[in-house]
């Protein structure tokens, strides 16, 4: 198993570099750039909290006028781990705010606030979609949990990961979502739902390469990549 590897492992040329560049900045810039920067690190949490509860409000609602509807309970739980995680994590030694990581990344997370939640046409049983569901949290916990704390909402060097899961594909919580997603919309199929899920997967695959452009500045997760072949599907991602 491969220790973790982050930003501070590079080349003492470029920790040098950074640091020249650092001093010549005056003081009070550098502070106000702190300030700002953990404003909107504030700013970002309080709006996905804010985000997640006004969802899981409207799901519990329908759940309760159909109990019987598990996957719809499922959604709750699954967008609670999702977005309710990355509030505890740790703030990255580098982030990408590009306007295409940045969509990817938004659109990707908070996509199920366009999820149609009233009854749809039911392609499986129930079981079958909940059971989906259920396979696919499990997975994004070991992912998860693999990670620790290193996980968040936009791509950003956490530092390089390569146990628990990540020695199988290099993005296994994207397969947990994928297999979430497709119990739920396997159940509650429509298209709303399918317009939905289909630019939910567009915007995952556009997440992960943005991902892959920051990481692969780290000569670790170079190595890393030269070692797990497959992205997110083993023999076909």
Request: overall charge positive.
């Amino acid at each position: 198993m491969t220790p973790t590897t982050s930003l501070q492992d590079l080349p003492l040329a470029v920790s040098t570099q950074s640091t020249s560049a650092t001093s010549a900045v005056p003081a009070t810039a550098g502070n106000e750039g702190g300030v700002r920067h953990a404003l909107v690190e504030v700013a970002t949490r309080v709006g996905a909290a804010t985000m997640l509860s006004l969802f899981a409000c409207a799901a519990i609602a329908q759940w309760w006028a159909a109990p019987s509807r598990i996957t719809l309970l499922l959604l709750v739980v699954a967008a609670c781990f999702t977005v309710g995680l990355s509030l505890f994590t740790r703030v990255p030694t580098r982030r990408d705010w590009r306007p295409f990581a940045f969509i990817c990344s938004m659109g990707g997370t908070y996509y199920f606030l366009a999820v149609r939640l009233a009854p749809g046409a039911q392609l499986v049983p129930e079981t079958i979609g909940a059971a989906l569901q259920l396979l696919g949290i499990f997975w994004q916990l070991f992912a998860k949990a693999s990670l620790r704390r290193s996980f968040g909402i936009l791509p950003a060097n956490r530092g390089v990961v390569s146990r628990g899961a990540y020695r199988f594909v290099r993005h296994p919580m994207y397969l947990g979502y994928f297999v979430t997603d497709i119990g739920f919309l396997l159940v509650n199929f429509g298209l709303q739902n399918l317009l939905v899920y289909g630019c939910q997967f567009a915007l995952q695959v556009g997440r992960i390469v943005s991902e892959e452009q920051i990481l692969s500045a780290d000569e670790g997760y170079r190595t890393y990549k030269d070692r797990v072949r497959y992205r997110v599907i083993p023999g076909v991602f």
